[in-house]
């Protein structure tokens, strides 16, 4: 897309402003400024799911073509990164779902038998960080979505436990109890590997 004087007048806009006019002027080449401010950030949340590079590139551009398709449906009840953030959130999610599906069909496990936990103590934060990296995106990759979420939610971005809950429409309690479960499961499946 070539900018022109009055494109750069568009890149000027705050997001919801810019998700307004692309949506009631129907210019799709608009889009391409949303693309460039959060493509990037897109990118490093689908890297935290995938396997590889290339399908965190091949997530970001599902994640894009399906938020312009969905354009419309946002209603500016939250900023525009919040809601591309959820949105990237969920189709990482799904796709999770579906890679762990997968990989228990494939290793022929069920539910009960993977996640019966015998763990009480309390996991720290120092003992999540000095996991092994290779190991640990191993263990992520076999570890339940919901999980998962929590712990990169938790640890990838950073995100305090009542930004987690706002994000996830839980109460701060139940999701410190979930990623004191999500840790215990994680330690689990990295000792068993």
Known sequence: ?????????????NDEELVQFIVHSGNTNLFGILYDRYAQKVFGKCLGFAESRDVAEDLTQDIF?????NLKNFRGDSKFSTWIYS????????YSKSVLKKKRK???LSDENQYDIAVED????EEIFALSVGKLQESLVRLDSEDKILLLMKYQDDKPIKEISALLDLGESAVKMRLHRAKKRIVEIYNSL
């Open 65 to 69: 073509v399906k938020l312009y398709l």
């Open 106 to 108: 494939e290793e022929n």
């Open 1 to 13: 897309m070539k900018f022109n004087s009055q494109n750069s007048n568009f890149a000027a806009m």
């Open 87 to 94: 949105f990237a959130y969920n189709h990482c999610v799904n």
């Open 122 to 125: 309390e996991i720290s934060d």
